[in-house]
């Protein structure tokens, strides 16, 4: 069922309509790229008549990390902020699967590049959202020949919108050269992330994904798939520096993301990666994956913050 009320947001410390809510245009952020962001999902569960959001908290405490290196003081705290979350998506009726945007930024109408000494504010919008990247198929990516920002230009684990310009290219250039996405290399010439996706990297039985200090974002969806990779598919996860070749030879490769999901590769820079399609574990990945995010797995239903406060049911696998 969609609803028929306005969808609703935060903004300037007030709940409004979203299509109520403005922003003047020498905003420093627009400006400067000053601002940091999220994204969340939830994920609406028919049977239940429930609106899950997927670990709501983790995002929030993400959230703030990036605010702090930003110098951006958020005034509400993670609970607060999924407590607002919550509400939004209830106030506005929303019965399908939804897309949270939180955003906290220089709010001055300033002209002079800096962090400090400047107004902060924040908001959170909702809107209804499918597949952000197909997932019924093997992606076919490319390394780009941009590489990713470093710690020291703009810090990757921090959600910056101005960094989404370095992925805004790879992300372009791969797609006019026909990839569906591009993987991007750091400034030593190893394997980082994807535009907006973490990623793994099956080698004989084992998962490898690129440490912390790869310039990655810290992402919540590589968080969650280690565990479940760990404790459901009795995969072990080394967290090791990866080169660009062993993308070619691996027997599987995978993206992750809140917005990508769970998207495995089918190819990279042309090469096929195992028989060119989606792999054993990617399939089991997807399959577990989109159980657990619609709240269907009781083991991890403290991963999923239910929305709707009259359709709190039982939860029933596991
Ligand atoms: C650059 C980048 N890396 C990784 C991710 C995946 O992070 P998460 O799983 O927390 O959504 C994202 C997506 O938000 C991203 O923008």
Known sequence: METQLPILCYHQGKIMPLADAKIGILTHAMSYGTGCFEGIRAYYNADHGQLYI???REHFERFHQSARILMIDVKLDPDALVKMTIDLLSQ???HTDAYIRPMAYKTDEAIGVRLHNLKDDIYIACLPFGNYIDVDRALNVGVSSWKRVDDNMIPARGKITGSYVNSAFAKSEAQMNNFD???????????????AENLFMLRNGIAYTPPVTSNILEGITRQTIMTLLREDLNIPVVERV??????????????????AQIAPVGTVDHRPVGNGG???????????????????????????TPVHVEARQPLTIG
């Open 92 to 94: 506005s009726n929303l």
């Open 278 to 304: 989606i792999g054993k574990v990617g399939h089991s990945l997807q399959n577990l994956y989109f159980d657990v995010v619609r709240g269907k797995v009781a083991k991890y239903s403290n991963w999923c």
């Open 242 to 259: 990866i080169d660009r070749t062993e993308l070619y030879v691996c027997d599987e490769l995978i993206l992750c993301g809140t917005g």
């Open 54 to 56: 997927f670990r709501a």
């Open 181 to 195: 996405e591009a993987i991007m290399l750091d400034n030593d010439g190893h394997v980082s992330e994807g535009s």
